[in-house]
């Protein structure tokens, strides 16, 4: 009886510690037909959690506008889901950047997730266009004249690592907050620690709108860690441990990950975080199975 207990403590949250819990999830826009179709699958099978909303990201350099801007309106033609689109400072001038921004509002899109960007393919550092928001910041008050969006911006547990420290990292989330930013989704990590201790640093800053959790499900380590490389976060130890040898199984290492994951967002859920953003690189399979292990339930079941 012992064992029982503790397997249905472990396994099965009560529904009413759930019921205040929120997600939502991150997508790309497809490259080809094939990936279309894979990414509209993600969305049917993961579209019955009613997520919060749903991002769509803007490929580096602005290299998949068009794209973004299709998935997002199919979004709200084809679905009740509510879109968030990406738009970030790359390679495009205010005029450009604010055509776009125009475009989503008349297509019905309320929410923008605003993004200074990474640098352009081939580029080693972001350079700004000579005629186009400089950061962030300068983009979050350019579509707050244009609408009423809610603006969702990026924030950093580990730093940027183009902030020469957390101070002025977190002077930088106060201004695109002083420029109208309501939330902000953190960069993945893999150790709550970092988390925790970015939310008391932003708090003590007096920073209050919400900081929600990303979390990237590991469905490809090499392809994770070259990444994370870039963007600052860092690969504990026990990670790479836990994924060595798996790179040729991919049955074993999506299950290590969903289980990584899934360990990861109950040590969350146990210190009252109250929303997760899934970075979910269109693959519904390991995003879908963190959610039932949660307790996380399809609103129509």
Known sequence: MAVKTTLED?????????????????????????????????????????????????????????????????????????????????????????????????????HIVALRGDPPQGASAYRPHPEGYQYSSQLVAGLKRI?????????????????????????????????GATRAITQYFFDVEHYFRYLDRVRKAGITIPIIAGILPVGNFAQVTKFSAMCGASIPAWLSTLFEGLDHEPLKRNSVAVGVATEQCRQL???????LHFYTLNRADLTGAICHLLGLRPKNS
């Open 10 to 110: 472990i396994f099965l949250t009560p529904a009413q510690k759930l019921s205040h819990v929120a997600v939502s999830f991150e997508f790309f826009p497809p490259k080809s037909d094939e990936m279309e179709q894979k990414l509209w699958e993600a969305i049917t099978l993961l579209a019955p959690m009613a997520p919060g909303f749903v991002s769509v990201t803007y490929g580096a350099g602005g290299s998949t506008r068009e794209r973004t801007h299709q998935t997002v309106k199919r979004m709200i033609d084809e679905t009740k889901l509510k879109p968030a689109a990406h738009l970030t400072c790359v390679n495009a001038s205010r005029d450009e950047v604010d055509g776009v921004a125009r475009a989503y509002w008349e297509a019905g899109v309320r």
């Open 147 to 179: 609408g009423d969006f809610e603006i969702s911006v990026a924030a950093f547990p580990e730093k940027h690592p183009d902030s020469p420290s957390f101070e002025a990292d977190i002077d930088y989330l106060k201004q695109k907050i002083d420029a």
């Open 269 to 275: 859920l146990a210190h009252g975080v109250d929303h």
